[in-house]
């Protein structure tokens, strides 16, 4: 006589061997579409960016441009304070403006200066502007000037510096102030 577990357990076997082949049978049609996409993979060319240069959008080329500029404009200009000096008459500052360290790489080559002033309140460019170290007495403002530095063969070389003059300090009074009881008068 055939017992009915013995059937159920077989029949519970047989399917699960059928469950597990049919996986192993989807898990190796999976893994050989793997396979064929890796190896159509490595056919395609590989480029080497490693040689490739990115350059960016014109705009942000721009972009750049115009900061390196602003920041060299920056670091071109010089802060001064008029020095506080207990009078209200003197309201100037005397300014060196010295390149007398310049020089030509060509060993012999006489050089010129020629200084002019580009902006800022009108100043006299003392003793004159054809000296290799000038002076100016400026006020409160910012002042820009030019100098340009040839050699006896017409190379040129021309920089531009900015002196920024800052007022005077001067610090209000201080006010101290006692109240109390009495009279000044006698």
């Known amino acids: 006589m055939i017992n009915r577990e013995s059937i159920t357990k077989e029949k519970v076997q047989n399917f699960s061997a059928i469950v597990i082949i049919l996986l192993s049978a989807i898990m190796v049609l999976k893994w050989k579409d793997y396979e064929n996409n ?5 056919k395609t060319t590989i480029i080497d960016t490693s040689q490739t240069r990115l350059v960016p959008k014109p705009e942000v080329l ?4 115009l ?10 200009k010089i802060t001064v304070m008029v ?41 006299e460019i003392m003793p004159n502007p054809f000296e290799g170290k ?5 006020e409160e403002g ?40 009495g009279s000044e008068l006698k």
Do not use: C
């Open 134 to 138: 000038v002076s100016f007495e400026g």
């Open 67 to 76: 900061l390196e500029k602003m920041a060299m404009a920056e670091r071109s």
């Open 142 to 181: 910012e002042y820009t000037f030019e100098l340009t530095v040839a050699d006896d063969y017409g190379s040129k070389a021309t920089i531009t510096k900015t002196v920024i003059i800052i007022a005077e300090p001067n610090q209000p009074p201080v006010i101290e102030m006692n109240v109390r009881q």
């Open 38 to 42: 890796m190896i159509e993979g490595s």
């Open 83 to 123: 020095e506080h000096d207990n009078s209200p008459l003197t309201n100037t500052y005397p300014m060196i403006l010295d390149a007398t360290n310049s020089f030509d790489p060509d060993l012999g080559d006489e050089i010129q200066f020629v200084w002019k002033q580009i902006a800022g309140p009108n100043v």
């Open 62 to 65: 721009a972009k750049i441009n």
